[in-house]
């Protein structure tokens, strides 16, 4: 099957738009997250974790590494991941559900 120029335009327009929407709701769902994490909820920390181990299975098999960006953000995850369960990000989520049990 032979594409003209415009079908190849039309596709790879609609590529690049589905992508940005999907960068969008990926990067509002992290945002959504990391605020509720904020606010010591430790559901939010469990899921964030899971996206960690997710992306840290993706750069051992090289699927995620294509860009530098998609680099940096799996590397990004997987560090926030590690801080969010340090002494002191156990204690603050251990108050906040303290202060919410009150």
């Known amino acids: 099957m032979t594409l003209t120029d415009d079908q190849v335009e039309a596709v790879a327009t609609t590529a690049i ?14 945002a959504l997250f990391a605020f509720k994490l904020k606010a010591g909820r430790n559901w939010a920390r469990i899921v964030l974790t899971i996206i960690a181990v997710v992306a840290l299975l993706s750069l051992t098999t090289g699927a995620s590494v294509s860009t530098v960006v998609g680099l940096i953000g799996n590397v990004v995850a997987i560090i926030a991941a590690v801080l969010s369960y340090l002494p002191k990000s156990n204690a603050y989520i251990a108050a906040v559900k303290r202060s919410r049990q009150s």
């Open 17 to 30: 738009a589905v992508a940005v929407v999907v960068s969008v709701i990926v990067a509002a769902l992290y």
